[in-house]
Each structure stands twice: as structure tokens, then as C-alpha cells.
């Protein structure tokens, strides 16, 4: 009689174990809880294969972007497929079908331009692949075809700009001329950093934009461009306004072979916030950069995961961002990381 106690004993005690483990397997593998949001690990886990397609290798910030990107989806033991457009629309095209058809897990884009994408970001949703806009946006009605824009507010940026001009001209007589290199025609950063500039200095009317065009946002544009602009007003040229720091370092180029000094005789406002800028003013031949900070990698990443992962994800989301002037830049230099 003991004996068969003590076999239904351990029997029982075997049945409760395998109970316990069975019920503590099912919560440790970001189950549900009554929240919606998932247990444990509220991020996917498993490998995924993302698509790239970046806008081009134009400047420091691009470069600076693209290696955030990658070394962010590395670390996370994700795969990369990367396409460069070389600035190229078309190009941008062909990376995203050709993504779909590998059947990645998502597409994180970079569009070089605000419209004409509609049909191929339809494409994607089709074939049940979510869309991550990075750094920048589209101009398009339909926000299903995206999960999510993660980038600048290039507006911002524009309106920092041309406060720090007002509050530099503040006790100048007479008109400030200034000269503007705008950044891709249509691009969403040439768009809103000319947007927000000219929202503030509406209120200034001493300060006046005597000439503009577009550098395409790199040092040989923007030094070949601020030569034409040498030529036809060159004495006449108070400030330069650049949408990017890079076609700001060609145009400095171009200041000197025409034998004004930069930071001084013509003052230099970029946007990016790279090393060139920061060397340029420890220099002494660039006033002011607004920061645009290309090293949202990880936080793209975070957010492909908890997409994935079912989580609910912001339609906007906006990376933090400075201003910094010549007087800084010798201290901060060091401290760079683009
Ligand atoms: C801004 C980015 C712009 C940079 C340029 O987020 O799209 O493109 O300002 C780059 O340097 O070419």
C-alpha cells in the first residue's frame, strides 16, 4: 500500500513540474500580455533581411548616414541589401522592386526626390512589406504606404538659420545681400530649409536673397555655382546661405580664388553640422552650422524591430538636433563622430 502512495506520489509531483515548465516556456517567448504590447523582448528576435535604398554618396552627412545605417543593422544580426542611386530617382526604383522581389522583410528609403513613388511604394504594400522613411519624406497623400518618417525637420533647420542671421545683422545699416545655395530641386531638405530661411527673414526686409540655385547639395556644385555668383555680384555679396555644409566648403574655395575672405568679408551659414564645417570655422572662413544629425541608425532599427514586432510606431519621428558657431568649433572638434 505505501508503495503505491509513493508512485502516485512522484507521479503527481511529475505531472505539477512539467505543468511549470510548460507555463514558464510560453510567456518567455514574447508572448502577448493583456496590454497588446508584447512580454518580454518587445523587439523581433529573429534575422531579418532589410532593404536599403539610400539616396546617393554626395556628401560627408550621406556618408556619415550610410554608415549609421549599416553598422546599426549589422550589429543587430540583421542582413543588409543596400543599393546607392547615385542621386538618381530611377535608380531608387529598381532598388525597391528589386527588394520586393527578394522578398525582404522591410524597405527603409531615403527618397532623393519629394514625388514620384507612389506606384512603386503601392507595389511594396501589395506584397506586404512595411516602408521606413529615413531622413527624407515624400509628398504623398496616402501615409499607408509607409509605416513611419524618421528624419530632420528640415523647416527647423531653415528657421535657425536665419535666426542667427537676424540676430548677427541686428545692428548693421542698410541692406544684408544674400546669396543661397539650395540643396536637390525637390528634395524635401531644399524645400523646407528654403521654407523655414524665408519664413523668418519675411519679418527683416534689410535682408534680401540676391541670388539662388541649386548646388545639389555637393562641394563641386556649390563651388561652381558661388563662382557664378562672384562674377555677376561679387562686391555686392554680404552672406552665404547653403543648405548643406558641403557645396558651403566649395563656395568657400571659390571665395578665396576670388580673394575675399570667408567668415569675414562674405559670412557662411551651412546646415549638417559635419567635421568640414567644424574645420572650416575653427579656420575662421565659416560663421554658423545647423545641425542635422545623420546617426539615427540604431533608432531606425529600433523601430523596423518593434514594427515587427507588432508594436504601435509614431508617424513621425523626429531626430534631435543644435546649431554651432565659430566660436565653438576648435573645443568641439574632437568630439565629432561625422
Ligand atoms: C538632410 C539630408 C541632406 C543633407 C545633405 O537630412 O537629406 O542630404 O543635408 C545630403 O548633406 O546630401
Known amino acids: 500500500m505505501k508503495k503505491l502512495l509513493k508512485g502516485k506520489m512522484i507521479l503527481l509531483l511529475m505531472m505539477a513540474l512539467m505543468l511549470l515548465l510548460s507555463a514558464c516556456n510560453s510567456s518567455g517567448t514574447g508572448g502577448q500580455t493583456e496590454s497588446g504590447a508584447s512580454s518580454g523582448d518587445s523587439k523581433s528576435s529573429d534575422k531579418l533581411v532589410i532593404g536599403f535604398s539610400q539616396v546617393g554618396a554626395e556628401s560627408e552627412w550621406r556618408t556619415a548616414n550610410t554608415k549609421s545605417m549599416q553598422d546599426a543593422i549589422k550589429a543587430a544580426g540583421h542582413e543588409l541589401k543596400f543599393s546607392d542611386a547615385q542621386q538618381k530617382q530611377e535608380n531608387q526604383i529598381k532598388a525597391i522592386r528589386s527588394f520586393i522581389a527578394q522578398k525582404v522583410d522591410a524597405i527603409v528609403f531615403s527618397p532623393v526626390v519629394e514625388t514620384g513613388f507612389e506606384t512603386v511604394l503601392q507595389e511594396a504594400k501589395d506584397a506586404g512589406i512595411p516602408v521606413f522613411l529615413a531622413d527624407r519624406s515624400v509628398d504623398i497623400e496616402d501615409d499607408s504606404l509607409w509605416v513611419t518618417f524618421l528624419g530632420s525637420d528640415f523647416v527647423e533647420e531653415g528657421r535657425k538659420a536665419a535666426n542667427w542671421l537676424v540676430e548677427e545683422t541686428k545692428d548693421e545699416e542698410g541692406d544684408v545681400n544674400i546669396v543661397e545655395l539650395q540643396g536637390t530641386v525637390g528634395s524635401a531638405p531644399a524645400i523646407d530649409r528654403k521654407e523655414g530661411f524665408e519664413e523668418v527673414i519675411k519679418d527683416h526686409p534689410n535682408l534680401k536673397i540676391i541670388k539662388s540655385q541649386t548646388g545639389d547639395f555637393t562641394r563641386a556644385k556649390g563651388k561652381e555655382v558661388m563662382e557664378a555668383f562672384l562674377k555677376s555680384d561679387g ?23 576670388y580673394g575675399l575672405k570667408p567668415g569675414e568679408d562674405i559670412k557662411i551659414i551651412g546646415v549638417d553640422a559635419v567635421k568640414g564645417a567644424f574645420e572650416a570655422m575653427a579656420a575662421g572662413k565659416m560663421n554658423v552650422t545647423v545641425e542635422c544629425n545623420p546617426l539615427f541608425g540604431p533608432q531606425m532599427v529600433d523601430l523596423i524591430e518593434a514594427h515587427l514586432a507588432g508594436e504601435e510606431i509614431e508617424k513621425r519621428v523626429a531626430v534631435e538636433e543644435s546649431m554651432y558657431t565659430m566660436d565653438q568649433a576648435e573645443e568641439l572638434l574632437p568630439t565629432r563622430e561625422y
Open 235 to 257: 562686391d555686392n555679396i554680404d552672406v552665404l546661405y547653403a543648405h548643406n555644409d558641403d557645396m558651403a566648403i566649395g563656395a568657400i574655395q571659390a571665395i578665396e580664388e
